[in-house]
């Protein structure tokens, strides 16, 4: 057996996708993984320092490690209505205000950029801590990620914009969030092996829905089953178990926009 170190978020959608793979659920192969369950920009930074074999990644850092990483078709987050929400406490923001955003290698921050060039006062914070510091007047404003989307009414926070839907009235496509990539080094074969895996995990995952639900409660943020069944619903999606042409297409349309704005 191959060990290899496998990174993916705590985030019940991404430990609703890894369950199987990492309970020996689904037929790896020759293949065995170490597990590091951490936030996504620690999976970027980590990635920056080639220190994970297979991991999850901001599309942001993707595109900004291709070199070095390989995109698989398996395990991605994409979709419709599920992009990250600039959030305020009733302020109007301009490119001055402060602006907490859950770290400069995310998909979000690759986004507010896109939506707002003039914005120059970003504060990297971890994603769980950005409500409570917009609600507490700490920032003007916050990129939300993950569960934020359901939970931010409750800390008397208004949307400002939901950058999902400002790129999709832009582009018309699917809005590309994270993806599962691999390190290139370790050759076409690996590559096949895991991508093959993960797909089989995220189809072991819809098929048998309450398998995960101990495992993923042990990593939540948020504890309520409504919380996880809907950040699951609107995460994990056919894209996550094929890119396929239109998947592949948003990702290369978030490059295009990224590089012509000089952010790649």
């Known amino acids: ?25 689904v037929d790896t192969g020759r ?29 942001h850092a993707y595109l900004k490690l291709r070199e070095k990483y390989a995109l698989l078709s398996s395990g991605s987050a994409l979709g419709f209505g599920c992009g990250p929400l600039v959030v305020s406490k009733g302020h109007v923001i301009s490119g001055r205000s402060l602006i907490a955003v859950p770290g ?24 769980d801590n950005i409500i409570p510091g917009v609600a507490s007047g700490k920032f003007d404003a ?40 691999v390190k290139r080094s370790l050759g076409e074969e690996v590559k096949r092996g895991v991508e093959s895996a993960i797909r089989s995990s995220v189809e072991y995952a819809f098929s048998h829905r309450d398998a995960s639900r101990r495992f993923i409660k042990e990593h939540a943020r948020e ?3 409504d919380v996880i069944d809907s950040h ?5 999606n056919d894209f996550s178990i094929d890119l396929g042409e239109r998947g592949m297409a948003a990702v290369e349309k978030l490059e295009s926009m990224a590089r012509a704005r000089g952010i790649i």
């Open 104 to 127: 400069e290698l995310t998909t979000a921050c690759l986004l507010l950029k896109l939506w707002m060039p003039d914005a120059e006062n970003l504060v990297f914070t971890r994603f």
């Open 31 to 59: 293949l065995s993984f170490e597990t590091v369950i951490t936030d996504v920009e620690e999976l970027n930074r980590m990635a920056v320092n080639l220190e994970t074999d297979i991991t999850k990644l901001s599309f």
């Open 142 to 181: 916050g990129v939300i990620i993950h569960e934020g989307r359901f939970i931010y009414h409750q800390w008397k926070l208004e949307k400002i914009i939901d950058l999902g839907e400002w790129w999709e009235n832009e582009t018309g496509s699917p809005i590309p969030l994270g993806c599962i990539a």
């Open 223 to 225: 504890m309520d089953d």
């Open 1 to 25: 057996m191959e060990k290899f170190k496998l990174g993916f978020s705590p985030c019940p959608n991404d430990t609703f996708i890894f369950h199987a793979i990492t309970h020996s659920l």
């Open 232 to 236: 699951i619903a609107l995460y994990v």
